[in-house]
C-alpha cells in the first residue's frame, strides 16, 4: 500500500492537515493523522514523515533549527512556497480536495456557515466569492486555535466553542494579510472583543496595554475582577505563528484607544 507514489493533491491534503495540527501532535497515533491516513488508504506513519517533511521546509522551524525529515523536499517545497504567496487560493484548494476525497461537496461539508448563501439562493460568481471567503475563514480559524493549542493566549480557556481567531489588522483593512497565522491571535469571546473594541493592546513584547478609558475603571468590580491581574502581563505565545509585531503596532497606533 506504502509504494505507490504520492500524488500532488495527497501532498496538498496532507500539508492542510499540518496547518491545523499543533506541532507536538505531528505523530502516528493523533487521532486527525489516522483519519487521514485511513482517507489516503496511507499508514498513520506515512501521513506523519510527510508531515515532518513539511516542518523541515517550514521556515519558522529553520530558524529554530529544527530540522524535520528533508525526503520529499522537491515536492513539499513548492506547496510551501505557493502557501506563503498566496494563501487564499491554496487553503481553498486544499479544502476542495479534501472534501472530494471524503466524498462530498464542499458545499455540504461547510453547509452550517452557508446557510444564508442557501437561504439567499446566490449563484455563480458571488455565490463562489462567498463560499471562498467563508471556506477560508473557517480554515484561518483552525490553524489559529491549533496554533495557541486550543487556548485563549490570556485567559488560557480551552473552550473551543468560545475561542475566536481574532485578527490583529482588521479584515477589512488588509486584504493580502487577512489569512496570514501571523495576523491572528487566539483569544476568548470576552477578550476578543476588548481586543477588537481597542480596550486592550498587545506591544511588541507581546505584553497586554490597556487603554485609557479601560484605565479610568479600575475602581470598579469587574476591573478587579477581569483586567487587574493582566495589566502587564505577557500572552502565552503560541508554537509557531508568533503575532507578526508591526501588525501588533499596527493595531495600537489605529484601533486601539479609540473607545469614548
Not at 492537515?17 to 496511507?42: C, Q, S
Not at 484548494?93 to 472530494?100: G, N, P, Q
Not at 473552550?159 to 487566539?186: F, M, T, Y
Not at 496595554?209 to 495589566?231: G, H, N, Q
Request: glycine share 4%; with cysteine.
Amino acid at each position: 500500500m506504502e509504494r505507490k507514489k504520492w500524488s500532488n493533491d495527497e501532498y496538498i491534503a496532507t500539508f492542510n492537515l499540518y496547518l491545523k495540527l499543533p506541532f507536538g501532535k505531528m505523530h502516528h497515533r493523533t487521532t486527525e493523522v489516522i483519519e487521514l491516513a485511513n482517507l489516503l488508504g496511507r499508514t498513520p506513519s506515512s501521513i506523519a514523515m510527510r508531515l515532518s517533511n513539511f516542518a523541515h521546509v517550514d521556515p519558522f522551524h529553520q530558524n529554530r533549527g529544527v530540522n524535520g525529515l528533508a525526503g520529499g523536499k522537491n515536492q513539499c517545497q513548492p506547496i510551501f512556497d505557493k502557501y506563503i504567496k498566496n494563501r487564499e487560493n491554496l487553503m481553498y484548494e486544499s479544502e476542495l480536495i479534501l472534501s472530494k476525497i471524503e466524498g462530498q461537496t464542499l458545499e455540504k461539508k461547510y453547509e452550517y456557515d452557508l446557510l444564508d448563501v442557501q437561504n439567499l439562493n446566490l449563484k455563480g460568481l458571488t455565490k463562489e466569492r462567498i463560499v471562498k471567503t467563508r471556506v477560508n475563514q473557517n480554515f484561518f480559524r483552525k490553524i489559529i486555535l491549533a496554533n495557541y493549542n486550543y487556548r485563549c493566549a490570556i485567559s488560557g480557556v480551552d473552550i473551543s466553542s468560545v475561542l475566536i481567531a481574532s485578527h490583529i489588522k482588521p479584515w477589512q483593512v488588509d486584504k493580502d494579510n487577512r489569512l496570514n497565522p501571523e495576523n491572528g491571535i487566539c483569544l476568548d469571546a470576552f477578550y476578543d472583543k476588548c481586543f477588537d473594541r481597542g480596550l486592550i493592546g498587545f506591544d511588541r513584547s507581546y505584553s497586554i496595554v490597556f487603554s485609557d478609558y479601560l484605565r479610568k475603571s479600575y475602581k470598579k468590580d469587574y476591573f478587579k475582577k477581569y483586567f487587574e491581574s493582566i495589566e502587564g502581563k505577557k500572552i502565552n505565545l503560541p508554537e509557531k505563528f508568533l503575532p507578526n509585531p508591526n501588525f501588533l503596532e499596527y493595531h495600537l497606533e489605529h484601533c486601539f484607544n479609540k473607545l469614548l
